[in-house]
């Protein structure tokens, strides 16, 4: 399977193609990773060095793989975090010229956008893009819960709330919505879901929550359900394989202390989890 992967880079921890990636690969993936940025670490240091690429050159990194005559070869298009709108429309470009070379190729957005505390982190025209440009293209996107809230209008807090913003995002077009990191006002407080709906039905898969903050975990997990996805996973069986492979990633950082993802030392925890959770059908 061959993935075209469109993210940011950092040369030190694991966010964007530097968690996707690797998580790709271990699961036997063939990856063409293109970088929309290269930083010396996450933002979240408060200091990093690098440098935000121009829309340009994705196109023509995009332009010179099309020149081998593999992207009919090519079984999907991962994108994460926009930099910019030009960016924006350069990944979605690469899209449209991925599905005319191979109409059966999916497309999985990860609308980097924000989290819960800490609101919006990028420019604001990138929610803009992601709601009227990206998600008509999209078979499958997998906002967190404030994501989901900034796509479909509002601020999900209930079960109820999440499944209607889930069902408005549907509406503009991706077929299969993950909701990661979601805590509703009916997830008891020990525990974080992780919910799935695609073809009317909908799953969650309930884990234990852990004292950390990692960045990049949904980077990973994105990545690990739209590769099983592909794979011919049934959504909830995907669900269930991504979140235990990320619960025991987490699990091996949280005892180590680390601020990074232990991505590396806990790849076998991507392919045979130590911990397996079973989905379970929400209605």
């Not at 449209?96 to 420019?123: E, S």
Request: aromatic share 6%.
């Amino acid at each position: 399977m061959n993935l075209l992967s469109i993210q940011s880079h950092v040369a030190y921890g694991h966010v964007g193609n530097a968690a996707a990636v690797f998580t790709l690969e271990r699961l036997g993936c063939e990856v063409w990773p293109i970088h929309t940025v290269a930083f010396s670490n996450h933002p979240g240091y408060g200091a990093w060095r690098g440098t935000v690429f121009e829309a340009d050159l994705v196109r023509d990194l995009v332009r010179g793989i099309e020149e081998r005559g593999v992207l009919g070869a090519c079984d999907g298009v991962l994108s994460g975090y926009m930099g910019s709108a030009a960016i924006g429309e350069a990944i979605l470009e690469a899209v449209a010229r991925v599905k005319a070379a191979n109409p059966a190729a999916r497309y999985c957005c990860d609308p980097v956008i924000g989290d819960a505390g800490r609101g919006r982190y990028v420019r604001p025209e990138i929610p803009v893009l992601l709601r009227e440009r990206a998600l008509a293209q999209a078979d499958v996107v997998t906002p967190n819960q404030f994501e989901l809230g900034e796509l479909a209008g509002g601020a999900p807090a209930t079960l109820a709330q999440v499944l209607a913003a889930v069902d408005a995002v549907h509406a503009l077009g991706p077929r299969v919505v993950l909701v990661t990191s979601l805590r509703a006002r009916e997830t008891p407080e020990d525990a974080v879901d992780v919910l799935v709906s695609a073809t009317g039905s909908r799953w969650r898969v309930r884990t234990p929550l852990l004292p950390l903050a990692a960045n990049g975990a949904g980077d990973a997990l994105a990545a690990a359900f739209f590769a099983h996805l592909l794979r011919g996973a049934a959504p909830e069986a995907a669900l269930s394989h991504a979140v235990s492979a990320l619960f025991g990633v987490l699990t091996r950082t949280c005892e180590a202390g680390a601020r990074e993802l232990m991505l590396i030392a806990a790849q076998e925890e991507l392919v045979k989890p130590t911990r397996v959770f079973e989905p379970e059908p929400v209605r």
